[in-house]
T-cell receptor
């Protein structure tokens, strides 16, 4: 158990809808990361927060947004969903925001857009 | 530019044999960390082992060890006495001390044969 909690585990929704994915980092970790992994693909970095502030942005679509709250949990909002958004969405956390601290991943949210 | 290369898209290994998964990297930052992750078919991303660029000894964690050759910029993962449960995708990743983003390799799919 990595200590990172993601909810829900599975989500099935229709095109055009909006969903919210939630993540609680490991105790003591200040940085939260969001990744997208499509079928048989590598990890696509979306966005990183450190202690409530955005620190790095990757290939995140404008339809997607995220935030990290004062209690350090994070939410990833996906709107105007398209079939191509179907993927496994990972949250990860680390102690530091950069450098050598490893990322610990949650079990992911599997999103299916129909 | 930072880059991670995993040259083996897939590998078949006989159970109980040792296996080496290759990873080469490119960076101009003298301080960086190298990470290996395992992703079984169930989907979770499991942190395996970490090597710092200034670490004098190769990292080891149980059956996992890292063959770190700094001059060659390689950080190969060695799994001793492979088990059927080692069948998974394995990702190599790097992060520079000065950087927020973790750079990922494309992964190697390891299949252990009984």
């Amino acid at each position: 158990d990595s200590g990172v909690t993601q909810t829900p585990k599975h989500l099935i929704t229709a095109t055009g809808q909006r969903v919210t994915l939630r993540c609680s980092p490991r105790s003591g970790d200040l940085s939260v990361y969001w990744y997208q992994q499509s079928l048989d693909q590598g990890l696509q970095f979306l966005i990183q927060y450190y202690n409530g502030e955005e620190r790095a942005k990757g290939n995140i679509l404008e339809r997607f947004s995220a935030q990290q709250f004062p209690d350090l949990h994070s939410e990833l909002n996906l709107s105007s969903l398209e079939l191509g958004d179907s993927a496994l969405y990972f949250c990860a956390s680390s102690v530091g925001g950069r450098g050598k601290s490893p990322l610990h991943f949650g079990n992911g949210t599997r999103l299916t857009v129909t | 530019a930072q880059k991670i290369t995993q040259t083996q898209p897939g590998m078949f290994v006989q159970e109980k044999e040792a296996v080496t998964l290759d990873c080469t990297y490119d960076t101009s930052d003298p301080s960086y960390g190298l990470f290996w992750y395992k992703q079984p078919s169930s989907g979770e991303m499991i942190f395996l082992i970490y090597q710092g660029s200034y670490d004098q000894q190769n990292a080891t964690e149980g059956r996992y060890s890292l063959n770190f050759q700094k001059a060659r910029k390689s950080a190969n993962l060695v799994i001793s006495a492979s088990q059927l449960g080692d069948s998974a995708m394995y990702f190599c990743a790097m992060r520079e001390e000065s950087n927020y983003q973790l750079i990922w390799g494309a992964g190697t799919k390891l299949i252990i044969k009984p």
